[in-house]
């Protein structure tokens, strides 16, 4: 009954998983080892993909050969729309902005639906597999978005993300949805190409409800490491091996989804392209190589750039950027480097905090105030039982620190802004 497939976990690191094709399987439980499929060209059936590759154009290739488009200005109206519903929440409304929790894809559980409303959580991402297809996806996110707070009347509306960047990592399959190749197949076909693609990728997600895609993955593996970096290489989950072609294809990747009104993530800052283990199975994962200056985060800084919505951080250490501090708990990677000098001004949200064995460590607690505390934004974690313990560490923090709440405040408003661009807000 039960099919053998490769599952990549919530967003960041990957492991190998054997589930039900369908089933609830999919949340990172089993952890075997297993040698991924080799890399294919692009299946001739999937829709979107019944075409040869166009040339590449000689445009700047910051967004997929276009030219990023300067992010704008909220304008006054957008602004006090996000003070509204802002002023409207209680705390612990405000809090439950803060947290992304994973339910399966197939068929959610309905008691953890009852902690994140309970816990007035404003986002949910899908997690394992389904091959339901974009109808029956369609029902069970529409039933998730019932549940999305009401502020004066108003609903608060629900962020629905899932991992849909192809190859191994794509959740949603079935009717309506492609088979996606994995990233290095997509890096070798031209940026005007991965942008239509991505752009009827994006139409079959929103199709299905989803508004969020926890991709593109921006991290450069280099060609000496390949395989060997277990997160990325080892599931060919890289569009390519130099900063230029990561940059050119995940901006590409970006800019389709926008196109289709899907956001993007990306991730997993500052990259996961020059380790050896998985965050999600490995502890004490290390780069020693990444500086605040490394050719390596030209993905990153273009994406930030073009309009990036979401900036994912990953969970592993960067001695030569911070080497007290996990990245997802780094002053020095959030608020100093993604913040300061790259100027970043959307949503960052974590890797996995729930079950990535980088940070068990921790207790649930420490983990979702110390991302805070370091300039994090969004709390991921695809274990909900945990959320009830780190919403009440957040709002214990912010009673006892005007500067924690002060951090508190500020990520709220961004989430809020985030969905108000949407166009979940009702602003009237």
Request: glycine residues 10%.
């Amino acid at each position: 009954m039960a099919t053998l497939i490769l599952a990549a976990t919530a967003c960041g690191g990957t492991s190998a998983q054997v589930g039900a094709v369908g089933s609830t399987a999919g949340s990172p439980t089993a952890r075997s080892a297993q040698t991924p499929a080799p890399a294919t060209a692009p299946s001739q059936s999937a829709a979107g993909r019944d075409r040869p590759a166009a040339p590449a154009r000689s445009a700047s290739a910051t967004l997929g050969g276009h030219a990023p488009t300067p992010r704008a200005a909220p304008s006054a109206r957008s602004a006090q729309c996000v003070d509204d519903y802002f002023t409207g929440m209680t705390t612990a409304q405000r809090v439950g902005q803060l947290f992304m929790g994973g339910v399966a894809a197939a068929h959610p559980d309905q008691s953890q639906l009852n902690t994140l409303r309970e816990q007035h959580v404003g986002s949910v991402m899908l997690t394992g597999r389904s091959s339901a297809g974009t109808a029956a996806t369609r029902k069970i996110v529409d039933g998730i978005r019932k549940q999305a707070d009401r502020v004066g009347g108003r609903s608060a509306g629900m962020v629905v993300a899932t991992d849909q960047e192809g190859g191994q990592v794509q959740v949603l399959s079935g009717p309506g949805f492609s088979a996606m190749p994995n990233g290095l197949t997509q890096g070798g076909w031209s940026t005007d190409t991965l942008r239509d693609r991505a752009a009827t990728w994006a139409g079959q997600l929103k199709a299905a409800g989803v508004n969020l895609n926890l991709a593109p993955v921006a991290d450069v593996v280099p060609a000496s490491l390949g395989t060997g970096n277990r997160p990325i290489g080892y599931f060919h989950r890289e569009f390519g091996h130099t900063p230029e072609v990561v940059a050119s294809h995940s901006g590409a990747f970006a800019a389709g989804s926008a196109q289709a009104g899907v956001m993007t993530t990306l991730k997993h800052f500052p990259g996961l392209g020059q380790v050896v283990g998985n965050t999600d199975t490995t502890a004490n994962v290390v780069d020693s190589v990444t500086t605040t200056s490394s050719p390596s985060l030209a993905p990153f800084r273009s994406g930030i750039k073009a309009g990036s919505p979401f900036v994912m951080v990953s969970s592993a250490e960067y001695s030569k950027i911070d080497a007290k501090h996990l990245a997802a708990f780094s002053p020095a990677v959030i608020s100093q480097l993604l913040r300061h000098d790259m100027g970043f001004k959307g949503v960052v949200i974590s890797d996995d905090l729930g079950d990535a064995v980088a940070v068990r460590s921790f207790t649930p607690a420490q983990r979702a105030v110390d991302f805070i505390a370091a300039g994090g934004d969004m709390v991921l974690t695809i274990r909900p039982a945990i959320v009830p313990e780190m919403t009440r560490a957040v709002q214990n923090k912010m009673a006892q620190d005007a500067s924690f709440r002060a951090k508190v405040e500020a990520s709220v408003h961004r989430v809020l802004e985030a969905k108000h661009k949407a166009g979940l807000l009702d602003c009237g």
